[in-house]
Structures are given as C-alpha cells and as structure tokens.
C-alpha cells in the first residue's frame, strides 16, 4: 500500500512496548490520525525530534485493512516549538492548544480552517507574548465548532446590548442584559466584546505588536472556556495549568 502524506501537528505521544509510540497527529489532509510509530524511541532517522508535541512536520503514514490505527512511518520536521526555550507558562500554553485540538477535533474530519488557524496561533506562541494567542485562539475554535453566540443582543429578550451590561451563566448558552441575568452570573465587559468582535475581522498578527497582560480579557476567556467545556463535557486540563500562571 503506498504510503499517504501529509501536512500534521503532533498533540500527543504515549510509549506502547518498548520502543513504539503512540502518536495523535492533526492533519491537514484527513483531520485527527492516531497512529503507531515502531521503534521511535530508538530511530533517529526516522523520526528524530519530530515527535514532540505542537511540532508542524510532514507526515507519512498508511492504514492497513481492519486496523483502527494507521502505521506512521517517518515524519520530517518543518517548524518545532522547541527551536527557541520553552518556559513553564509557554510550555503550558502550548499544551492548551494541543488540549483544544485533540478535544474538539473529530477522528478523521479534515478542515482547513481549522489548521491555519492552528499554524497561526503556534508561531505567535513563540514569542514571549501568550495570552493574546491564546484568547484569539479559543475565540476561534468556539466559532469554527459553532458554539460562539451572538455577542449584540440579549438571548432572552432581543435587546441590543451594544455599549450595555451583558452577563453569562456557565449552564446557559449565550449573553443576556442586566434584566435577564440568572443568579452566580458573571459579567463580560463591553470593551472585551468589542476586541472579539475585532478579532473575528483580524488575523491574530495584526494584534502581535499590542501589550497584553494577563488581565486583558480574561472575563472573555473564562466566557470561551466554560462554552467549551460544556460541549465537550470535562475540564480542561491546560486550563488550570494557564489559571497558576500569574501574568
């Protein structure tokens, strides 16, 4: 059987007897592949460092008839997170967009979109700067898995909200006004709307030269994390990790 190729992001590796490893890789032609790679912690030639978790490599790999796993062959590294130092709050950030990734992604359903964004994303991610990457990030992989509501009325009543108060509650969808805000709501500001709104116009470089402390849309964020966590059903891991990291 010829081998396939393909563009990919690793997200995960686990060690399966002695020297094998399996591997979770997102491609670009066929979406979320789980894989075996034989003897990779041995061959160097084969695989080298492109293993490691957010490396953007080629990968070539086949499926074989009445097997859930396909069989990675080799893969080539194009870009690697680990070509500058990784710090625990970069290494934590790193982790969360392979976290989202393995998450959301169905097995075997390619989307483009979805990948550049990923591209995008990872090579802001070696810089200094996370928390704008990472805000634009899960803004938008909650709209390209359709979850994102609408950030200009109240879900309940159709009000502009505008300039307005808006709340959300983490067992409701969507934004509601102050008149229609549930008990333990918590309120997303009129300003981290309006840098949503931006950033769904905007390529994530176009905001790379902007100072972004932690506080900047952190209430957006923990808005974006609890819709997702809803859809997915569980906590996120990474997100804890990113919650410690103070600035």
């Known amino acids: 059987m010829a081998l396939k190729e393909s563009e990919a992001i690793v997200l995960r590796t686990y060690p399966l007897r002695e020297s094998d490893l399996l591997v979770t890789l997102f491609t670009r032609m066929e979406g979320k592949v789980k894989g075996v790679a034989r003897a990779a912690m041995k061959s ?24 859930e796993l396909a069989r990675l062959d080799s893969c080539e590294v194009i870009e690697s997170p680990m070509a500058t130092e990784v710090s625990y709050p970069r290494a934590a950030a790193l982790a969360h967009v392979a976290e989202l990734l393995d998450e959301l992604m169905p097995d075997r359903e390619a989307s483009d979109a979805v990948f550049r964004l990923s591209l995008a994303v990872l090579r802001e991610l070696r810089g200094p700067v996370l928390w704008m990457p990472l805000t634009y990030f899960e803004l938008w992989m909650t709209r390209l898995m359709g979850f994102l509501p609408e950030f200009s009325e109240c879900v309940v009543c159709g009000r502009a ?38 950033m769904l116009r905007s390529r994530v470089g176009e905001f790379s ?3 972004w402390p932690k506080a900047v849309c952190a209430d957006l964020r923990k808005f974006l994390l609890q819709i ?13 990790m990113l919650e410690k990291i103070s600035s």
């Open 161 to 198: 909200l505008d300039d307005s108060r808006a709340f959300y509650h983490a067992l409701a969808d969507g934004l509601v006004c102050v008149d229609d805000k549930r008990i333990a709501s918590s309120e997303l500001s009129p300003e981290s709307r309006k840098i949503a709104a931006q």
């Open 209 to 211: 030269e902007i100072d």
């Open 228 to 240: 997702l966590e809803r859809h997915i059903e569980k906590k996120l891991v990474t997100a804890g």
């Open 44 to 67: 160097r030639r084969r695989f080298g460092g492109a293993l490691e978790p957010l490396t953007y490599v080629r990968a070539f790999y086949d499926d074989r008839e009445g097997q």
